[in-house]
């Protein structure tokens, strides 16, 4: 069975800029969250969808938005770039999103976004 | 207060040696999971091992176990037998049954001396 797939790897953009990053989750899972890492915050929750509706949200400014897809794939959206935007997103998936405290999150590889 | 705190910024371990990874939690309710993930410098985090916390045994998994002490909110990784590989950051998570998200702690970085 697949894995976790995030596109892009690395992505370069410019201030003011906005970017789209895609996750697609194992097949069969139906929650996908998303994650922002960086050096100085360790790992922030950023949200959480489960049949294309949000469940959970982290304490990031509305720039930050997703949306998840019938097929359980997922996107999210920064718009008007900072350069404390520069990080790691890691997207992971999990099969449900019913309050089970037994299920785990698989993560894909992450996309790097620099902001320039 | 924090949810999950893992007080090791960094680890040496010598190759073939064993090494535990301290992590704590707090949480009120009574069903809730453990987790690990170890992250090398790629990237991914990679899932290691679950501990629930109504299992009556800690959890094993290969070269990886789990010492779960739940009166005192303790969830440390062991690693047997250190490889040059297992160099890498080292995250201990919860899930509580009452929400969906994943509290991740701020990680160990272990590095494995040949």
């Known amino acids: 069975k697949a894995g976790v797939t995030q596109t892009p790897r690395y992505l370069i953009k410019t201030r003011g800029q906005q970017v789209t990053l895609s996750c697609s989750p194992i097949s069969g899972h139906r929650s996908v969250s998303w994650y922002q890492q960086t050096p100085g915050q360790g790992l922030q929750f950023l949200f959480e969808?489960?049949?294309?509706?949000?469940?959970n949200k982290g304490n990031f400014p509305g720039r930050f938005s997703g949306r998840q897809f019938s097929n359980s794939r997922s996107e999210m959206n920064v718009s008007t770039l900072e350069l404390g935007d520069s990080a790691l997103y890691l997207c992971?998936?999990?099969?449900?999103?019913?309050?089970?405290?037994?299920?785990?999150?698989?993560f894909g590889p992450g996309t790097r976004l620099l902001v320039l | 207060a924090q949810k999950i705190t893992q007080t090791q910024p960094g680890m040496f371990v010598q190759e073939k040696e064993a090494v535990t990874l301290d992590c704590t939690y707090d949480t009120s309710d009574p069903s809730y999971g453990l987790f690990w993930y170890k992250q090398p410098s790629s990237g991914e985090m990679i899932f290691l091992i679950y501990q629930g916390s109504y299992d009556q045994q800690n959890a094993t998994e290969g070269r990886y176990s789990l010492n779960f002490q739940k009166a005192r909110k303790s969830a440390n990784l062991v690693i047997s037998a250190s490889q040059l590989g297992d160099s890498a950051m080292y995250f201990c998570?919860?899930?509580?049954?009452?929400?969906?998200?994943?509290?991740f702690g701020t990680g160990t970085s272990l590095t494995v001396i040949p």
């Open positions: 998570a919860m899930r509580e049954v009452t929400g969906n998200q994943f509290y």
């Open positions: 969808y489960f049949s294309e509706t949000q469940r």
């Open positions: 992971a998936s999990s099969l449900v999103a019913s309050g089970g405290s037994q299920e785990t999150q698989y």
